[in-house]
């Protein structure tokens, strides 16, 4: 009968056939079938190294997404499995879950889960010395002492008994030859001490204290929530979210702190280093390829408990995450526009969700998005007012630019140079601050009108007059800053337009010539000097900075009670509808620099504008009407978060190529529903490395379905040919 037959089914079913799809780091849309090789043991998550063509790749085995004919005989072997944890299923529902939000190949985003290339396989062991029994034939002192320590039967490495026993090398190689230590092997030792969530007694401050409590009580949990922590720079926020971190750690969990300028914030290792005894480890782009390889695997082996890393740092392997932090949430370095385009803070969240554990997005400027997803109660918002130790906000007044004019030739208002001469005498330190590197945006002649331009892409060569260069800031290109017009031949006739941070120095150095005066920009070097230059300030060497937005991330520089800022309209200009909150975040940043030491302090606007809602909501400090407006506008144009975005960038090394594919792929757009497609128009920068761009914007109501109306559009329209390239962008930054 039937269940005698279902019986017999379960006990003579076959083996399961030994074939596992694979994902490969590439852009296939779909993961390659494997044989695996009798003996080997595989399962959802593994890492292998995987024949392709004539080469070997690392891939990982995938979840078996049904359907994927193979043909046995042309299957090919696994070649072997890595020795290291394999992807959890978490993990892996993740990486499923961004490649089809972005409308991206799972292998490409899988590629960012395994950016480490030698890890995969064990480090190796170290070798050491453990005591043998045997005793040495003369007892000198310092073999007592080497012997003393080792007796006990512990395994010590050959440099680490020495040293602890205050001894030379020799000694210990002395006692080896004699019998007196076996060779033993090691494990290596962990990349950094385990962080101890006790280490201090917490010394949080009332409002402080309050907001942590809530925090641990309502959010610390295996369950998914968010939470914004919103408080005026300086008022606590890190200090808040460390005990966050403490209690997610006394639950034996790992904790991931995102943070949009790692590589810069030294001084964010050593603010951890103080409240719980060691650092976390550090993952972004600028770290030793072997250190690279040491934190991926210890982080999957869970030996690293802290991560601080950049938005990449979302994809790495936790054995056990439980708390991420997304600290500058409204940062747009979240946002990577590279072959996978994706908003890191918004992934942590899904992570988080898929994973079931909190997440904690922290700002004193919160993004428009963050700030409607708490007033619509879908996270939970603390709010922190108030600077610690009342130290007051920076004072801020706008300088009226058509009425306080500079001297010809100046950028600098008499306002602001006198306030900087007081701070001078102060003894304090002013920043002045001009998101432009370089000297001038814009170079021309003034006897022919020509103006420098890229030759391969839609923007001016900027002056860098310390190098004798003009550059590209789309593609690098720089050629030596000419002497004559290429277009009239005209000798000494070019005039630089505008100033970049270079300029302004010059200008400073005029004014105060007995002044320290620092350019900090991201061309004086690289990270190593970036850092150093940033102690340096925080140390009081500098009197006058001049800095691009590098200087407004997360910096503590005690004696800075001035910050100027140059031109507070230059990020409105350009017609972004997120124009307006950029300059708002970036301003306050900048601004919040000062005086974060209780010492009184002051910033100074310089605009054109000074009836404009950001200039007034920053003088007045009114944080709420400004979101209000902004909401408030977002909200009748339908725009995110009230509605949906996406951008297509087509792009070809021809105008025509790329304007003709971008209207056929308009024309095939599923017509009817409630998703509309605008353009295709110029795309913002129309031309890059000389290939023309051309954008459609896709727009739809906030509950629909985006990404399967993409799909159909793509699939529908015209094949990319060869050197067509098409780049959806899912929630675009500039829209
Ligand atoms: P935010 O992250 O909001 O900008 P921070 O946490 O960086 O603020 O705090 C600003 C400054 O005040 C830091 O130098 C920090 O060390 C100090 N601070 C804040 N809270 C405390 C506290 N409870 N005890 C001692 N110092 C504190
Ligand atoms: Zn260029």
Redesign the pocket.
């Known amino acids: 009968d039937d269940s005698t037959s279902l019986f017999a089914n379960l006990i003579e079913a076959p083996e399961p056939a030994r074939v596992v799809p694979v994902l490969v780091p590439m852009p296939a849309p779909v993961a390659y079938s494997y044989r695996v090789p009798d003996g080997m043991a595989v399962e959802p998550g593994s890492i292998v190294q995987i024949p392709l063509g004539s080469r070997k790749v690392v891939g990982v085995v995938w979840d078996d997404q049904g359907g994927n004919p193979v043909d046995e005989k042309k299957l090919r072997p696994l070649e072997k499995v890595f020795d290291c944890p394999p992807l959890s299923r978490e993990m892996r529902m993740f990486l499923d879950w961004v490649a089809a939000y972005t409308l991206s190949p799972p292998g490409l985003v899988a590629r960012m889960a395994l950016r480490a290339p030698a890890a995969f396989d064990p480090e190796p062991m170290i070798e050491g010395l453990r005591f043998s029994g045997q005793t040495p034939e003369k007892l000198t002192a310092s073999r007592k002492k080497v012997l003393d320590l080792s007796q006990d039967g512990l395994s010590w490495t050959r440099s680490g008994l020495a040293h602890a026993a205050g001894v030379s090398l020799s000694v210990v190689d002395g006692l080896s030859k004699q019998g007196v230590f076996e060779t033993v092997f090691l494990p290596p030792p962990p990349l950094v001490a385990a962080p101890d969530p006790d280490y201090i007694a917490s ?3 009332g409002e ?1 204290q309050e907001a942590a409590d809530t925090i641990i009580e309502t959010a610390i949990d295996d369950r998914f929530s968010v939470t914004l922590i919103d ?12 005990e966050a971190i403490a209690e997610t750690l006394r639950r034996g969990k790992q904790v991931l702190i995102l943070l949009p300028e790692i590589a810069l914030t030294a001084d964010f290792l050593e ?1 951890f280093q103080d409240r719980f005894g060691s650092k976390p480890a550090e993952w972004h782009s600028e770290l030793a390829t072997k250190t690279r390889e040491k934190v991926w695997r210890q982080t999957a082996t869970g030996d690293v408990r802290v991560v601080a890393g950049a938005r990449s740092a979302l994809f790495l392997p936790f054995e056990d995450l439980g708390l991420i932090i997304v ?1 500058e949430e409204h940062d747009p370095a979240y946002k990577q526009e590279d072959r996978v385009f994706y908003n890191a803070r918004d992934m942590a969240v899904v992570r988080a969700r898929i994973a079931g554990f909190p997440v904690i997005l ?1 700002s ?1 400027t919160p993004s428009v998005e963050s700030q409607v997803n708490s007033q619509q109660g879908r996270y939970s918002r603390i709010h ?1 007012p108030t ?3 009342d ?1 007051a906000l920076p004072d801020l007044h706008l300088v009226d630019m058509r009425r306080h004019a500079p001297e010809r030739g100046g950028f600098l208002s008499p306002i602001l140079l006198r306030a900087v001469g007081k701070t001078l005498e102060k003894k304090e330190q002013s920043l002045l601050f001009l998101n432009r590197r370089g000297y001038a945006p814009l170079t021309l002649c003034r006897v022919c009108g020509h103006r420098f331009q890229c030759p391969q892409c839609s923007s001016w060569l900027v002056e860098h007059r310390f190098r004798g260069q003009i550059q590209c800031h789309q593609c690098g290109y720089a050629e030596r800053t000419p002497e004559a017009c290429p277009e009239c031949g005209t000798f000494d006739h070019l005039v630089a337009c505008g100033p970049g941070v270079e300029r302004i120095a010059e200008e400073v150095e005029r004014h105060f010539p007995d002044a320290r005066t620092l350019v900090l920009s991201s061309d004086i070097g690289g990270v190593k000097r970036l850092r150093l230059e940033f102690e340096a300030v925080a140390k009081g060497e500098a009197d006058i900075v001049i800095g691009t937005q590098l200087v407004a991330k ?1 910096h ?1 520089f ?1 004696l800075m009670t001035l910050v100027g800022i140059i031109d507070a309209d230059i990020g409105l200009a350009n017609g972004d509808p997120r124009a307006a909150e950029r300059t708002y975040q970036l301003l306050s940043q900048v601004t ?1 620099r000062a005086g ?2 209780g010492r009184k302090s002051h910033g100074l606007l310089q605009t054109f504008q000074p009836q404009h809602p950001v200039m007034q909501a920053l003088v007045l400090g009114d944080a709420e009407a400004f979101y209000d407006r902004e909401i408030g506008e977002r909200e009748r144009g339908q725009l995110p978060p009230f509605g949906r975005l996406a951008s297509i960038i087509v792009s070809a090394d021809n105008r025509i190529d790329a304007e003709g594919h971008a209207r056929q792929l308009r024309q095939a757009a599923p017509v009817g529903g409630s998703i509309s497609v605008l353009g295709p128009a110029e795309a913002p920068l129309a031309l890059i490395r000389g290939r023309y761009r051309f954008r459609l914007l896709v727009h739809g109501p906030r509950q629909s379905d985006l990404q399967s109306f993409l799909k159909a559009m793509l699939e529908r329209g015209p094949k990319e040919r060869r050197s067509l390239h098409v780049q959806v962008d899912i929630d675009p930054q500039s829209f």
């Open positions: 010394r949080l401050a402080q408080g005026v720079t300086g008022s606590g926020k890190t200090e808040v979210y460390f603010r600290d922290v004193a922190l600077r610690f130790a130290a997360g503590n005690p919040g974060r030491t």
